[in-house]
């Protein structure tokens, strides 16, 4: 049996007949990496809007 050495318990591959499919498994990565994206997105959005306010404001 090949534990994990953080002592998590066996790895994946060690159980073949796992419900998770590789699909779903990249599927979640591209949602999360769209999630972070957009909240990059909005917080440049924001940071620009705050520097227009400050620069106007001068």
């Given at each position: 049996?090949?534990?994990?050495?953080?002592?998590?318990?066996?790895?994946?591959?060690?159980?073949?007949?796992?419900p998770v499919d590789p699909a779903?498994?990249?599927?979640?990565?591209?949602?999360?990496?769209?999630?972070?994206?957009?909240?990059?997105?909005?917080?440049?959005?924001?940071?620009?809007?705050?520097?227009?306010r400050w620069a106007a404001a001068?």
């Amino acid at each position: 049996m090949s534990d994990d050495p953080n002592g998590s318990g066996p790895r994946p591959a060690d159980y073949p007949d796992s419900p998770v499919d590789p699909a779903d498994i990249a599927s979640a990565g591209r949602s999360c990496s769209a999630i972070l994206i957009l909240f990059a997105a909005i917080l440049l959005v924001l940071c620009l809007g705050i520097a227009l306010r400050w620069a106007a404001a001068r």
